[in-house]
């Protein structure tokens, strides 16, 4: 798995909200401009075991500052990946607009704990051929190399859904592209999934 990032010259937005256990509470975003074809893409984000606080999730468009989704999502005290699916909103983002999206940590009620912020930055560019004629075991490859981060993460998290015998393995998958995006401690969690899959070594 290489993910090749596209032109790094916009400046990053990732902001990490934790730094406890695995990671603590972060959007699952490379520190730049990040590429999906989708006009409704599924967003993610990791939140580590035993936060017990609501989040709240905000996509704005860039350039003019418009809130296009504000979602109020419940606790997480299991913590893991989740995300939020666009499709199940109005809201579609448009080719060639860049747009910020972040997930809250917000304070427990009467205590004074400050709110964890995490964002990632997003555009929709055009599908490449090969993406299109891919696989869909292909289809995380050919996005990473193509420096397509979002469809990456989505293809390696649907195959891991779709193929359980095989969830050992995209889990690893998905830890290199975690790791090359900055993930690391991310890409940890994704690790000890998959060694805990695959059992002891005898």
Do not use: C
Not at 131 to 136: E, P, V, Y
Not at 182 to 189: D, M, P, S
Request: aromatic letters at 8%; charged letters at 20%; zero cysteines.
């Amino acid at each position: 798995m290489i993910y090749r990032p596209p032109n790094r010259g916009a400046p990053g937005a990732r902001v990490g909200g934790g730094t406890r256990g695995l990671g603590g509470f972060t959007a699952l975003a490379p520190p730049h401009l990040a590429f999906t074809t989708s006009p409704q893409p599924r967003l993610y984000w990791f939140s580590e075991p035993g936060l017990r606080r609501p989040i709240r999730f905000l996509l704005v468009e860039e350039n003019t500052g418009k809130r296009l989704l504000e979602r109020r999502l419940p606790p997480e005290p299991a913590g893991g990946i989740h995300f939020l699916d666009l499709s199940a909103s109005q809201v579609r983002l448009l080719p060639g607009r860049d747009y910020q999206w972040s997930v809250t940590l917000e304070p427990a009620p009467h205590h004074r704990q400050r709110p964890l912020v995490s964002r990632g930055r997003i555009r929709v560019v055009p599908e490449p051929a090969a993406l299109a004629r891919a696989q869909d075991w292909q289809r995380p490859f050919q996005a990473a190399a193509k420096g397509i981060w979002y469809d990456a993460l989505e293809a390696l998290s649907n195959l891991l859904q779709r193929y359980p015998a095989d969830a050992a393995h995209w889990h690893l998958r998905r830890a290199e592209l975690l790791e090359q995006g900055g993930l690391i401690a991310v890409a940890a969690f994704d690790r000890e999934q998959a060694a805990a899959l695959e059992g002891p070594v005898p």
